[in-house]
């Protein structure tokens, strides 16, 4: 569906504990993003990708880490989650031409940190 | 920092009634705004852009440079509307492109039967 698929759709973790999201498209676009979605946050990038290895910081990435080793896959890693990361993750992709910069969304990924 | 503002969380109205949900930008020049909606239960989707001018599901958005806004409008809310709105826009980076796509904290619209 819509070409983006995330994994795993739930998770239940212990604090302290790596985590890593995955995030996969078959649309072959150039820009990749992790969002997370919280209640009176509304949706806050974490981090982006506008190509192969080329990543960059977004508003709330303290504590995150990505990584883009190939066009289709986009990773997100919490090294040592925490309780105020328990959130819904929502991976984006777009091809990010002006005029044609839509977001695509996955279906998002709920993470439970306890 | 290049920013829109969406000032309400909740917005109650009844069935048939207009409908406006608030979106402010901060930034001059030419932006480019989306409206996007995430129905109980769905992915976040696109509703529109101000560059298309167009209408979906009856909801239409005016980009106003005077005041800086770019409202979500429907005259006669239905049942169905009742979903999570978020205004959008990718800013143009130094290079002059789009890159990240930063989005405001989103309204509830609750229509009530």
Aim: hydrophobic share 30%; net charge positive.
């Amino acid at each position: 569906d819509a070409g983006i698929t995330q994994s795993p759709r739930h998770k239940v973790t212990e604090t302290g504990t790596p985590v890593t999201l995955r995030c996969h498209q078959t649309e072959n676009h150039r820009y990749m993003y992790w969002y997370r979605q919280d209640p009176g946050h509304g949706l806050r990038l974490i981090h982006y990708s506008y190509g192969v290895k080329d990543t960059d910081k977004g508003e709330v990435s303290d504590g995150y880490s990505v990584s883009r080793s190939k066009t289709e896959d986009f990773l997100l890693t919490l090294e040592s989650a925490t309780s105020s990361q328990t959130s819904v993750y929502f991976c984006a992709i777009s091809a990010g031409a002006p005029g044609a910069n839509v977001l695509t969304f996955g279906a998002g990924s709920r993470l439970t940190v306890l | 920092a290049q920013r829109v503002t969406q000032p309400e969380k909740l917005l109650s109205v009844f069935k048939g009634a207009p409908v406006e949900l608030k979106c402010n930008y901060s930034y001059s020049g030419s932006p480019e705004l989306f409206w996007y909606v995430q129905y109980s239960r769905q992915r976040l989707q696109l509703l529109l852009r101000h560059i298309s001018r167009e209408s979906i599901k009856g909801f239409t958005a005016d980009l106003n440079k005077g005041e800086t806004s770019f409202h979500l409008k429907k005259p006669f809310a239905q049942e169905e509307d009742s979903a999570m709105y978020y205004c959008a826009h990718p800013p143009r980076s130094r290079s002059g492109g789009y890159q990240k796509v930063t989005f405001g904290t989103g309204t509830k619209l609750q229509v009530i039967p």
